[in-house]
């Protein structure tokens, strides 16, 4: 049921209906969404303490932010980080003085030219892989992390992809906050697509994960870094504020808030590089 109206809500989208009268047929059938849905629970731990926009510090020039980019928690290749590497590393990142930014801040930190202390880091996971259940979440309570991971809306019937209630209970999770955003509907690479079809992966993995989920939905990562001019039209379109590449370095708003860049961790890192890659984004 909930599928079908994922695809009610993005075919009066990809007809052209406003986004608000979409979101007002959803709701007719889905509970309210991000700022409701939060305010319940109350006085429930989601990790490291959040700075309150107020105390935020403008940025000297343009507000410049790690992105790190993982992928699985596994033994295997470069896009796998074992189990104590990564555990590892987010108590490095704890230890450090590091605020885990959500997407939410990592926005207003790079249109704002704001900070709510020097080092700050946004945690990205692509893929959806099943170890950000079974391995990543309880390595995120221990350091009380907020992560994002973004998530392939047709890979959840895949074996070593979480499952639908894994995911709902990520996006629950209490003692860390794990945020779902968008890996398109099947990872495919954009920039191979017509531009309907690249339509068609945005549009409809924020639906879906919309309504599962009942968050906003704010953020694209492109499958495997692939994307052309089309790719940034699209993401605009369906309702983006930000899309993530795989560009190395610093993300930072003159790249294009859809076409930022990330910092790829390869397994096998010490803790004086990992603590350099993080600072410098390279
Ligand atoms: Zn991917």
Redesign the pocket.
Known sequence: MKLRVGLILTLLLLAGCGQQKATKTATHTAPKVTATAHKTRVKVNHGQKRIPLRKWHKTAGAARIPILMY?DINVGNTLQMPRTQMQNQMHWLKDAGYYFLSPQEAYIALTQNKLPQKKVVWVTF??GYRSMYTQGLPIFKQVGAYVTI?E?TDSLKLRNHVDMQQLLALNKATGATVNIES?TVS?LDMNKLPMQKQMTEMVYSRGRLQQWLHTEITTV?Y??GHYNQDSVIAAKKAGYKMALTTHPGLATASQGLLQLHRVRVNPGLSKQRYLELVATGI
């Open positions: 992928h692509d893929d973004n392939i890996h990872h990562a499958p495997a």
